[in-house]
């Protein structure tokens, strides 16, 4: 080693939106210290990926879209016929709405119409029309039941419970009795129809219509297939979005990555490039060997995963941990493909792969009857535990004996099984194709068989199968396809087999030749999937770029590592930060003796399981209660003998909840209990928003309460009825002893990951993340070995040693422990700790980022003082976070340790002196903490918030802004005792309502019967009657006549509500148009800005105009110099104008979001995040801190001499060269 060089360490605090690091000297004194933050890829408030929300917004406007287009066809068709009489429109939309104010009567109740026409009465023309008009909307789903949604699968279920699951009844029958039953019937019910079953409907509607416009029997049989063809009319979901042309022009064509159409340079015309999408590269995604992902629920994937599985098991044999033999696994997966044919029509699967199974399988082949006395002198039953059935005992053992199984949120083991294999057969057996069924020697991995470098079973029919359920969802494509692919299944087979469900949406995140590949050498290895890409040479040195000056670490190798994409996002900041490391402290002059990398805790200790077997044993006894109760309330020994786990569940919530409604409080009968469809288990914060499917968010409540509750959490469900306070002071009872669970179902709207306790699942990705970091570490140094002739030493450290030393600190800077240590340096207004909302403990406050450099710090100490002693502590707290026994001796056992090696002649390194060596370090570089941030210009995104108002026209500058409002709400403008704004009351008011001036005589008619009602109850609004309101539907019942120029009525309709002008004269070049007609718009107020516009007007001030979907074409890379290549001129002049600005002005500078602000006499850095423009203000947010509220600084006053910079990996300020100072 060059004795010249200077040797540095580094420490690593790695999370998944921050990345804490310190840089030390050989004697641990910080040479510098940052924290670099960075948004998750996540949606901060849905959790979802956002490619995920624009994925799921760009269908609902293809289902829109294509919505409009088969309404433009149906209307298009009629006027080419002569049916009826409207004036055309290129405009869909506009051509649409011609034919829908002259024909469509809202005021018919199409329901009632629907079931008179099935019954056979001959409707009117126009009748016929608005019923038709509502199927084009109303289509049902097009694909089997086994690929819908969540939503579908609920209908199913509550039409179940209903009584009303009955497949020979028209949709408009079932429909009908929902609505007697409820009072409506336009709600989730309505996802449980499908196109079919709608197609039988209007056939026999068709049946009995014979109206004079179709005397012509032939023409009648035309228009009846031309509109089922329109209604049937569906793209083939493997083609994809796009076209090759449009009807009225074929020049024109719409092409998209997301479908087959590509366009073709030597035809010069758009083509279709592919049969199907999933044809074309890179649709599916890729795995690391950049080959398409294969189905989540192929038999590959399944056989993989259960390797996997079986790979992270050890087993303790004589107090060493060991991986299982081979032998061991290859027998578990023979007995897993077995099955027995007792006869022709039975069949039965050999091993189930369950954790109590696979356990079970482990205890034969290790013979472990040796461990009988050991157990018997740890006071368990022997004779028991030899029963491998005994369910309870193996799960002592599990506990015990064997590691690795991956566990749910609930605690609860997990292993993969293999389904396909079975299913298919099974299938086969139902379909009398018994010569078909699949061999298992087939499908051993240990015969995957490889050609021209493909891995493949020697039988391809389960790949075949796959292939097709993953590629085509209709029925129909599914039969064609796998009828071609499996020419020997008779047909029956192929039926059964298109209608499988499984999961075959979705990918798993490797193809089926890296699968066959790992998977045949995997049953032989002790590795898992990381471990074996880690060392497997071609992955590294294909992924794992070396620059040959040492410089930086290549991050190629990220974009096809099967991640997440917050996970890949933190890798690239995690290797970008080192490779700034190493470019700052170059070879020549440095070397890096350690890097300590903090390894987050892994869940699957022994003593964690034990933790989850007590749990187990726990609702053992309050199951027990339970029945006792249920006896108590004359349950017969018949219900209780046979009670299953969902009765049994609903029994212990009915219990918990004090026997009454967990939403009204009202009492629940134990007879209930065991009633179908009458009670539901709900959860109370919804799945889709808090992925919690614990005890702690399950509550009971009756089947209409769940359904009125919807996705709305309990605060917000019960607040919107006013009833929210009166249950709390309930739950505050139920819940005494659960304080968890009441902390839990009373989260409001702020649904952040704190509050849902989503730690442990970022836990999980951090761990990930730390770990693959180091892979690319070792790799990185190993080749700088062979060229520089040294290498780094990695090491790991865990967060429980990280925050033992900082609790250490805070315990001895403690005055009331005598105040030895130098308290720790932190922001003025934030403590250091804080207390937890559901443990009542310390914590550590997470507010400032600064934090995490200090972790990293600790975790570099931690890794280099005495390992005998830190592995001991870390021992010790690991003891006591799992046992409560052991927790109450923690600080006596750490006091003994410390202490022991104070005594002796090495210092201990958790000594006041080391304490306060720490301390002093620490906050000697407190003022001079390197914050930065990622700055992240999104390439796709939504240009505005997704509330959309309604407007109307009043000049070519101006706008007036309407707002909804139902008759039956408590807004001023009804209350009879507010007649200053009332109204019906105060003839002013009344200028402000739509109806006023659009249909005078029939806002007077409403006035009337408010007029009439004014007295009768003692409502403030008299719509609020009872007498005047369908409860169930919330609708006022109110006759809105229109009439025609002689004055006659021409139109009935409801009135629940009315548009009134909200503000008037809004200037229209600040808002972004949706549709527009004579007399209404719609527009998006709030619009998302790519960047803010800096101009100064002819006064000299300073003014901003943001660049939104208004006045920009969203693009890359837009500068001062190019900006004119993407701006509206003619908008942009508008905005200009209103502000004052000179028209040829450019600006002066253009700021991006995330942009780094350093205002003048204020040392902390600021982040642009928003703007008010119309006050001339930024919105900036703190760098340091993780929320902080909105504050905005006015640029002509509290921003000048502000500095703009760009600031690097390392948080490093060019003071002499900002990129714009606001003078």
């Known amino acids: 080693m060059n004795n010249n060089k200077k040797i540095i360490n580094i420490g690593l605090d790695v999370g998944l939106t921050t990345l804490g690091w310190v840089i030390t000297d050989e004697n641990l004194s910080i040479i510098e210290r940052g924290v670099r933050t960075f948004d998750s890829v996540e949606d901060p408030k849905s959790f979802k990926l956002a490619n995920v929300n624009r994925r799921e917004k760009r269908s609902s406007r293809r289902m829109k ?103 020979d009844k028209f949709p408009c029958r079932i429909q009908g009795e929902i609505k007697n039953l409820t009072g409506y019937y336009k709600g ?50 493997e083609i994809g979005p796009g076209k090759t042309f449009t009807p009225n022009d074929p020049a024109k064509a719409n092409v998209t990555k ?87 029509t039975s069949y039965k699967k050999g091993l189930t792969l369950t954790p109590h199974n696979i356990v079970s399988e482990i205890f034969d082949y290790y013979n472990l009857d040796t461990y009988i006395e050991e157990m018997k002198s740890n006071k368990l039953n022997a004779s028991k535990f030899v029963n491998k059935n005994n369910e309870k005992e193996v799960n002592k053992f599990l506990a015990r004996k064997i590691e690795g199984f991956r566990i749910t949120d609930n605690k609860v083991p997990l292993f993969s099984d293999l389904n396909l294999f079975h299913d298919i057969n099974k299938l086969l057996i139902q379909s009398n194709d018994i010569s078909n069924l699949l061999t298992t020697a087939d499908y051993f991995p240990w015969n995957i068989i490889s050609e021209n470098g493909e891995f493949k079973y020697k039988n391809e029919t389960l790949r075949n199968i796959s292939d097709v359920l993953f590629k085509a ?52 290895s002790p590795f898992n999937h990381m471990q074996w890409i ?46 700034a490391i190493l470019k700052k402290y170059k070879y020549e002059d440095y070397l890096i003796d350690n890097i300590v990398v903090e390894m987050p805790r892994d869940k699957n200790s022994k003593l964690a399981s034990e933790k989850l077997k007590d749990i187990q044993k726990n609702n053992k006894a309050q199951s027990d209660k339970v029945i006792e109760i249920l006896r108590d309330h004359d349950i017969s020994e018949a219900y209780l003998k046979n009670i299953s786990a969902t009765q049994l569940l609903k029994a ?240 006596e056992r750490l006091t003994e340790l410390i202490s022991f090696n104070e005594n002796i002649k090495d210092k201990s390194p958790y000594s006041v002196e080391r304490m306060n060596y720490i301390v002093s370090e620490l906050n000697k570089t407190f003022d001079n903490i390197k914050f930065s941030r990622m700055q992240y210009m999104p390439k796709n995104g939504e240009f505005a918030n997704e509330t959309l108002y309604q407007g109307r026209k009043t000049s070519d500058r101006t706008i007036d802004q309407i707002k909804y409002y139902p008759l039956n709400s408590e ?18 008011s009344s200028q402000k309502v739509l109806m006023k001036i659009y249909d005078p005589k029939g806002f007077e008619q409403l006035k009337q019967i408010y007029i009439n009602n004014l007295d009768k109850h003692d ?47 809004k200037e229209n070049f600040w808002v972004l148009r949706a549709t527009e007609n004579s007399k209404r718009l719609s527009y998006f107020d709030t619009l998302y800005w790519l960047g803010i516009m800096l101009f100064k007007n002819k006064k000299g001030l300073y003014r901003i105009i943001p660049m939104t979907a208004l006045n920009t074409k969203f693009g890359k890379n837009i500068t001062i110099e190019n900006y004119e290549e993407f701006v509206k001129s003619e908008i942009l002049d508008m905005q200009k104008q209103y502000f004052d600005i000179p028209h040829d002005s450019k600006p002066l500078f253009i700021f991006k979001r995330g942009q780094i602000v350093k205002l003048e006499n204020d040392q902390n850095l600021y982040r642009i995040s928003g703007h008010s423009f119309s006050q001339y203000k930024l919105e900036l947010k703190p760098l340091h801190i993780s929320s902080s509220p909105q504050k905005y600084f006015t640029i002509n006053t509290s921003m000048l001499n502000a500095r703009i910079y760009n600031i690097g990996f390392l948080g490093t300020i060019d003071f002499e060269n900002p990129e714009f100072i606001i003078k």
Do not use: C
């Not at 079919?196 to 297939?225: A, G, M, R």
């Not at 340079?265 to 199907?276: A, C, D, F, N, T």
């Not at 001023?972 to 109204?983: A, Q, T, V």
């Open 65 to 167: 879209e294509r919505r409009i287009t088969r309404k433009r066809d149906f209307v298009k068709y009629l006027l080419d016929s002569n049916l009826i009489d409207v004036e055309y429109s290129d405009k869909k939309v506009a051509f649409i709405n011609n034919f829908f104010n002259k024909y469509i009567d809202t005021g018919f109740d199409l329901l009632k119409l629907r079931n008179e026409a099935v019954s056979g009465k001959q409707l009117s023309f126009n009748e016929l029309l608005n019923v038709l008009y509502w199927y084009l909307s109303n289509r049902g789903f097009m694909y089997s039941l086994t690929n819908s949604d969540e939503d579908q699968k609920k209908a199913f279920d509550k039409l179940k419970k209903m009584g009303l699951l009955d497949s």
């Open 188 to 237: 989730i019910e309505n996802r449980a129809f499908s196109n079919e079953k709608y197609v039988q409907e209007l056939k026999e509607i068709f049946k009995y219509q014979n109206q004079p416009e179709f005397s012509d029997s032939n023409f009648k049989k035309e228009f009846e297939n031309k509109f089922l063809s329109l209604f049937t009319r569906q793209r083939p979901y």
């Open 258 to 344: 997301y479908g087959v159409f590509h366009y073709d340079e030597k035809l010069q015309k758009v083509v279709s490039g592919w049969s199907s999408i999933w044809e074309k590269p890179g649709i599916t995604g890729e795995d690391y060997r950049g080959e398409p992902r294969a189905p989540k629920n192929s038999h590959e994937a399944e056989m993989f995963n259960v390797i996997q599985d079986l790979n992270n098991l050890k087993v303790y044999i004589e107090g060493k941990a060991e991986k299982l033999d081979n032998e061991l696994k290859h027998l578990i997966i023979e007995k897993a493909l077995s099955y027995e044919l007792k006869n022709e």
């Open 473 to 524: 969802k209709s029925l129909e494509n599914r039969q064609i396809l796998l009828s071609q692919k499996l020419t020997n299944f008779s047909k029956s087979s192929i039926e059964a087999i298109s209608k499988y469900g499984g999961q075959f949406s979705n990918t798993h995140s490797l193809g089926y030749n890296s699968l066959n590949e790992e998977a045949k050498i995997l049953v032989d």
């Open 534 to 579: 880690s060392a497997h040479e071609n992955y590294r040195e294909n992924n794992f770029d070396f620059e040959t000056n040492g410089r930086r670490i290549s991050t190629r190798w990220i974009k096809t590592l099967a991640a997440s994409p917050t996970v890949k996002r933190s890798l690239y900041q995690t290797i970008g930060l080192l490779s």
């Open 652 to 891: 212990r919530l009915w219990v918990e909840q004090n026997y009454k409604d967990f939403y009204t409080g009202k009492d629940i009968l134990a007879q209930d209990l065991f009633e179908e469809g009458k009670l539901d288990i709900d959860h109370a914060l919804p799945i889709s928003k808090s992925f919690t499917d614990s005890f702690k968010n399950k509550v009971l409540t009756t089947f209409e309460q769940n359904a009125a509750k919807s996705n709305k959490t309990p605060y917000q469900y019960l607040s919107e009825k006013g009833t929210y306070h009166e249950m709390l002071k309930m739950w505050k009872v139920w819940y005494e002893k659960n304080t968890d669970k009441l902390t839990f179902i009373t989260i409001n709207d702020n649904l952040d990951e704190e509050s849902l306790g989503f730690i442990d699942r970022n836990l999980v990705d951090t761990r990930y993340i730390a770990r693959v970091t180091l892979n690319a570490l070792q790799y990185y140094f190993e080749k700088r070995k062979e060229i520089h002739g040294y290498r780094a030493k990695l090491k790991t450290t865990t967060g429980g040693m990280t925050s033992f030393l900082r609790k250490r600190i805070y315990e001895f800077s403690n005055p009331r422990n005598g105040g030895e240590v130098e308290k720790l340096k932190w922001p003025l207004d934030i403590p250091e700790f804080v207390e937890d909302s559901k443990t009542k403990r310390k914590v550590k406050n997470r507010v400032w980022y600064g934090n995490h450099s200090e972790d990293a710090y600790f975790s570099l100490y931690n890794a280099l003082v005495d390992r005998r002693i830190s592995t001991k502590i870390a021992e010790i707290l690991s003891d006591a976070k799992h046992d409560n026994k052991m927790a109450k001796y923690q600080d």
């Open 971 to 988: 807004h001023d403008m009804f209350n009879k005792n507010k007649k200053d704004k009332n109204i019906f009351l105060n003839e002013e």
């Open 1019 to 1065: 409502k403030n609004n008299p719509f609020m009657s009872p007498d005047l309101i369908n409860q169930e539907q919330g609708k006022v019942i109110s006759i809105n006549t229109k009439y025609d120029e002689n004055g006659i009525t021409v139109k009935n309709q409801v009135v629940n509500g009315l548009n009134v002008i909200d503000q008037e004269n």
